[in-house]
């Protein structure tokens, strides 16, 4: 496919501008944050390590990791909160059928959380969330209840401020739940065991908790759970001006959308964002997820951790970037559908590492969406270019050029007059790390590798020229 030059992006273009210059791409200079543009290795790595990561790549919203909070180098970052009902717990939120519990114990489980059969034995009558192991399982609050409600959402408001370290510009951004659906997260057994995703109806007969002792302040679990979510975004946002929500429901449409078209009180249980953790481009191909009207294509996103083919990737960070959308991190890197568990995201490729921010950047930068395009094959604007051969994207502060060769072939092209002036290889966390000057060539405004033992390799190039502006035309009228 031949490649579109920057210059024929724009060629014939009339630009007039009043009392201010436009640029086509804005590099700030500075701190360019956007909530949408998270990374949240929240289960994953080591905080130091992804905080380094984050700022290299100008996430300005980081998942948070105990221990952020004392590190001097999150110095202005703004942090996720992962699925914060988990984090305020009065007591061990997970049971186990090996372990041994007292009377006094099973009387405290079954106040606070989902009974699935009240005729059952303390704890086989707890409802099973996620598993962890054969026998030990997560546990959901009855949100029927609204003194659980409440006692939660004053948990969670202590919680973030005892996480915030605002000395150190260290605060909240915003809140972020996984596997998002009204109807709970509960599993039959552990997903390695046949275990499958269920709601109260397929144990109770309708979607309640089959408690006889519970006083039940809503009919049913998803009313309630619509309840704890619109009081804990009143009172959040009361609290902390600003603060975002997002939620990650394995398919946008048929796990939170097709719900929500079901609702009178949609609108309200609307985060600021939603991101699907399946791996597919359904998020940007299911026309009924923007038909709902609740939410628009630049508030959508791709967070799936189960993509790992260089052509799944370019093909999901394509329909990202042509759609205004984003393509994160959350969670963790991988461990499904053949994609490798990585544990640090220095042992994630580099490939994988960049892809994720070329819609994203282009975001950054206000790429205009007629100048992005998709063909199958290439994904290419003003700011970014992925094919079978080279990846790259310019930084949405600095200008510089982030790239990763994918053989020798791979070819970055150069605006008008810009010349390289430093070439540095990049280390796990993509930093500068080392001078590639002598690997790569120049040729007529093209950069190329020139050493084929470095292909899958990052890259940063530094030219003398970040973007050039346009010619400024002032019009007076008096």
Known sequence: MKKTSFMEIHKGAALILITAIFMLCTYTGTANADFR????????????????????????????????????????????????????SPVYRYLDYEESYSSSDAMVYESLFTIKDDSAEFPY????????????FGLLFDWQQQPIIDMV?????????????????FQVGGIIWDVARLTGDFWTARGSNNGKPVTLTDWTGHDSCAST????????????????????????????????????????YGDWIRTMDERDDAAELMPDMLVQED??????????ITASGLITNNYIGTSSPEVLTEYDNRHYAAKAGINGSWFNWYGRFGGTEGVPAYDHIHEVPPRMQL???????????????????WDGVAYQSSNSYADTDVIYSRHPETGKIFAVFLNTSGE?????????????RADGLFRESGSGMDDIIVENSSIYLNDENRTAQGYIITTTISRPLPPVIRIVVK
């Open 37 to 88: 543009n998270f990374y949240g290795l929240t289960w994953k790595g080591i905080p130091g390590q992804n905080v380094k990561f984050a700022k290299q790549m100008g996430y300005k919203y980081i998942g948070f990791q105990y221990g952020m909070q004392h590190l001097e180098i999150a110095n202005g970052l703004r942090f996720y909160l992962d699925n914060p009902e988990y984090h305020v």
């Open 125 to 136: 009558n707890i409802a099973n969330g996620w598993w962890e192991s054969d026998t030990k």
């Open 153 to 169: 959402i004053e948990r969670i408001i202590l919680k973030i401020k005892f996480l915030e370290n605002r000395d150190n510009d």
């Open 213 to 252: 002792t519970h006083v039940h302040d809503y009919e049913t679990y998803s009313d309630g759970h619509a309840a704890y979510l619109k009081q804990l975004y009143t009172a959040l946002r009361a609290e902390f001006p600003g603060i975002k929500f997002i939620m990650e429901p394995y398919r946008i």
């Open 279 to 288: 791996g597919s481009a359904g998020f940007a191909d299911d026309d009924r």
């Open 355 to 373: 892809i994720r921010v070329l819609p994203n950047w282009d975001n950054m930068t206000n790429v205009p969406l007629s100048e992005r395009s």
């Open 412 to 424: 970055i092209m150069l605006q008008e007059n810009e010349e390289v002036t430093d070439v540095q």
